[in-house]
């Protein structure tokens, strides 16, 4: 079997594998279980494998599955007139919008969400709370006013999103509070 495209990290260490009853045990070290957030009774599937380049080399690849991120976020609905999906999605975009998205409204009016999340690719922004929330949607209706559209309705509500793009060691390395707002798992 060849294994797939794999980025080698930079943490690495040398250890020497030692027996508990019939098992072997290798150690994980503290570096490398806080960059990809193992905790204790994680769960995995440990994988030999081989090369030949040109001398035999083995390797054992502990397989922890995909890291899976779920955060508690607000969304922003409004519905509008007079303006169209790109003004609005540039305006969230300038105010911390993750995403912006376009749903069915009634004619002559647009119905677009904004979701404000903290946990994106490569980084936490610091989370944004009711209060911030509704001081962004008086900005929003304010702009959109100036490009000539009105705000007809407007909705804070909390979503909850999963994300399946973040490496751990960017939620490892965070100094931001997200532990009443973000929870995650690996899954095999």
Same mark, same amino acid.
């Given at each position: 079997?060849?294994v797939l495209?794999?980025?080698e +990290?930079?943490v690495?260490?040398?250890g020497?594998i030692r027996r &508990? ?5 290798a150690?994980i070290p503290p570096?490398?279980s $806080?960059r990809? /957030?193992i905790?204790?009774g994680?769960? !995995?599937?440990i ?5 030949m380049?040109?001398d035999?080399?083995g390797a054992l $690849?502990? #397989? ?5 991120v !779920?955060e508690?976020a607000?969304r922003v +609905?409004v519905e509008?007139?007079g303006?169209g999906?790109?003004?609005l ?5 300038s %105010?911390g ?5 376009e749903?069915p409204? @009634?004619?002559?009016q647009? %119905?677009? #969400?904004?979701?404000f999340n ?5 980084r936490?922004? =610091?989370? @944004?709370?009711r209060e ?9 209706k304010?702009?959109v006013? $100036?490009l000539?559209?009105?705000i007809v309705?407007?909705e804070? &509500?909390?979503?909850?999103l999963?994300n399946? $793009?973040?490496d =751990?060691?960017? /939620?490892?390395? &965070?100094? &931001?509070r /997200?532990e009443?707002?973000i929870?995650w798992?690996?899954?095999l």
């Amino acid at each position: 079997m060849t294994v797939l495209s794999w980025n080698e +990290d930079t943490v690495s260490f040398k250890g020497v594998i030692r027996r &508990s009853g019939n098992s072997l045990i290798a150690t994980i070290p503290p570096e490398l279980s $806080q960059r990809f /957030l193992i905790k204790e009774g994680q769960e !995995y599937t440990i994988l030999g494998m081989t090369r030949m380049r040109p001398d035999f080399e083995g390797a054992l $690849q502990i #397989y922890l599955g995909f890291f899976t991120v !779920y955060e508690k976020a607000f969304r922003v +609905d409004v519905e509008a007139s007079g303006v169209g999906f790109a003004d609005l999605e540039r305006i969230f975009k300038s %105010h911390g919008a993750g995403e912006v998205g376009e749903k069915p409204s @009634k004619e002559g009016q647009i %119905h677009v #969400y904004a979701v404000f999340n903290t946990v994106e690719k490569d980084r936490v922004r =610091p989370p @944004k709370t009711r209060e911030s929330l509704e001081g962004v949607l008086q900005k929003v209706k304010a702009e959109v006013e $100036q490009l000539g559209g009105r705000i007809v309705g407007a909705e804070i &509500s909390e979503v909850l999103l999963e994300n399946r $793009q973040v490496d =751990p060691a960017v /939620l490892a390395k &965070s100094s &931001s509070r /997200l532990e009443k707002n973000i929870t995650w798992k690996w899954e095999l």
